[in-house]
């Protein structure tokens, strides 16, 4: 009687998963990643021409919410008569410098008065923001 109940112990208790399971798993990724390793080694795929991140093919288009920065990085091309440098530096930075602006704008803004009828300034550079990111949106778009 006492051997039945030893066996049915046995068999609900089952092989744990740690070690057994566990080493199982790991071997077998070890030989998957050991069959890809030589895989690559010996049947390397093609190299292409290296990217160079300034240069962007004509073909590729950035995302909607993208294409005002990528028109705006277009637009710094024309700062390349200060020399070759500008138009990178300068189209980065310039757009840091209006996302800092944009972060640290209500730090700037001491008006006490919130109601927008009595801020006509904020109002005004508020709405030209948007048409101006709205057109370069837009010029991006139609590229």
Known sequence: MEE????????EEGIPFFPHHFLKEVIVMAIILAVLSVLTTFSPAPMEEKAD???????????WYFLANYKFLQLAEYFSVIGT????????????????????????????????????VMVTFGILAIIGYGILLYLGYVK
Request: hydrophobic share 40%.
């Open 4 to 11: 039945e109940r030893d066996q049915t112990a046995e068999r």
């Open 53 to 63: 991140p300034f240069i962007t093919p004509p073909h590729i288009k950035p995302e």
């Open 85 to 120: 440098w500008a138009p990178k530096v300068l189209g980065i930075l310039t757009q840091m410098v209006i996302a800092l602006v944009l972060i640290l704008f209500p730090f700037f803004d001491k008006n006490p008065q919130r109601h927008p009828r009595k801020r006509p």
